[in-house]
């Protein structure tokens, strides 16, 4: 279980540019065996949950290969469609192996995902997906047992759930369309960029998807898909986390590789917070710095083009330092306060009550050791280190691991006192990730 050291108080400076979208990659690499051509994706970061969905894949029975940044994955007829539990335990968003497991062979036997630290996780919207596709779906010994032995057949779903639209559940019900006999419409879908990105992939591969990005997507079903070559997003979540932390402390970061469109709700809240956000003509490169007399914020989480849930815990901990009362709800995960409790170490000023963060602005935070519960709330401590007086000791870095590639070298290219510990621990293998 690695540790970072942060030595607080270092103002940040200078130009990163930012990976390939993690929440893009994962549903497109398990949309790879949908053909039994190869397929070329760049811009795959390196983080352990793309790395959980290669040996995913290879186990179910492709070929994988990675060098630098570009995957190529081969899937062979003959691939399995049986994941097992300690293939799947470790990442939630194997769930996405569904629809095109559904897709090729009809049939699929996968681990029913338990809970998270944040929040239930359940998957009803996926199997409502895939049933009214005409699949059938039993539980038995912890797995699904999912089959379509007629095939699958185009029909109208309405995803919505209580929650709102889901992001993998319209990823999964897209990819078990493209090669279901007829069409289908998709109602209530998540608009999120990695959906679109999703579809954009699929399309490539020949598939006949329209409307992505929209409430409605239509897929018209195709006999068979062929290879590509695809290049993923940017990912607006570790761009939005350097944002936070350029407007935390420092002296103006620039960021790289970024999408303008996809960071609107962040850049809002920041201008509206008295930060300079600054994106150049063609909207692929950002300049953050502090502002001068920042202000508090208000944050109301909501699906795309909404603020996004994963982009809560790090806000909150530019408020923790911001002067004035800010209101962080969560209507997507109302559990996701982990960070609070930690953050409250550092001395931050916050209380919490029914999925609603109230943070009374402090002067300064103090290093502390605090331990990392998710992915998310651990890039917000890692924030508050950055801005505290003293050295923070970040434990259960794996979590980080999961969906920042080389935090660690990106924040030291700033100007960041940080230091990883490695230690010889597998704690990952037993977390339960989300
Ligand atoms: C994706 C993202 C995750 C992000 C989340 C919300 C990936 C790999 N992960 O997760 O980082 O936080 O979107 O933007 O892309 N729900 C149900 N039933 C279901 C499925 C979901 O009730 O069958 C609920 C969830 O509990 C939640 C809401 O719907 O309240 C949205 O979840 P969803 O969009 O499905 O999240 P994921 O796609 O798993």
Redesign the pocket.
Known sequence: MDKLIVEGGYPLSGTIAISGSK?AS?PILAASILTDEPVRISRVPDVSDTNYMLQILSQLGASVERSSGTVRVASPDGISSSASYDQVRKM??SICLLGPLMARMHRCTLPLPGGCLI????????LRGIQALGARVRVKGGNMLIEAPNGLVGTTVDMR?????????TDNLMMAAVLARGTTVIESA?R?P?VVDLANFLNAMGARVEGAGSRTITVHGVERLHGCDYTVIPDRIEAGTFMVAAALISKGVTLTRVCREHMKAITDLLLECGHTVEFTEDGETVFVKPGEHPKSGKILTN?YPGY???MQAQMTALFAVTPGISVVKDT??PQRFMHCAELKRMGANIKVDNGTAIITGVEGLSGAPVMASDLRASAALVLAALAAEGTTEISRLYHIDRGYEMLDEKLTALGAHVKRIRELDTGSENSAAH
């Open positions: 929440n994962l939630r968003a929040g239930d996780r359940p998957v009803d919207l996926h759930g209580d929650s709102g639209p889901t992001v993998l559940g998540a999120e990695e699906p996004p849930t994963d997507i995960f």
